[in-house]
């Protein structure tokens, strides 16, 4: 059983930078995948970020490229996404995903455990 619970979220504005974290509870997390999803009022879930569970592999999607960096520390069981240049259809609740495997996935169904979420919220 892995618990993920996410921090950093919180009010900005357009431009701004953020950086969320997610720690995990598990000390093994090197062999667990991991991600971020987002979630805005009214639409459906998106994919953000996947990394590999050594952290060799990220894959983003398509509306973030270029903006957000994924990244993870096994050492410390935590997961980052670095956003940068965040505009206001950024605004969303981010959750930390992990999953039993080596391998990046963009498919939420693919992955084992979810946090909670943190709000982000992009003023312009």
């Known amino acids: 059983q892995v618990q993920l619970v996410e921090s950093g979220g919180g009010l900005v504005q357009a431009g701004d930078s953020l950086k969320l974290s997610c720690a995990a509870s598990?000390?093994?997390?090197?062999?667990?995948?991991m991600g971020w999803f987002r979630q805005a009022p009214g639409k459906e879930r998106e994919f953000v970020a996947s990394?590999?569970?050594?952290?060799?592999?990220?894959i983003y999607g398509d509306s973030v490229t270029g903006r957000f960096t994924i990244s993870r520390d096994n050492a410390k069981n935590t997961m980052y996404l670095q956003i940068d240049s965040l505009k206001p259809e950024d605004t969303a609740v981010y959750s930390c995903v992990a999953r039993r495997g080596y391998t990046t996935s963009r498919d939420p169904n693919s992955y084992n455990y979810w946090g909670q979420g943190t709000q982000v919220t992009v003023s312009s």
């Open positions: 598990r000390s093994t997390l090197s062999v667990y995948a």
């Open positions: 990394i590999s569970a050594g952290g060799g592999t990220t």
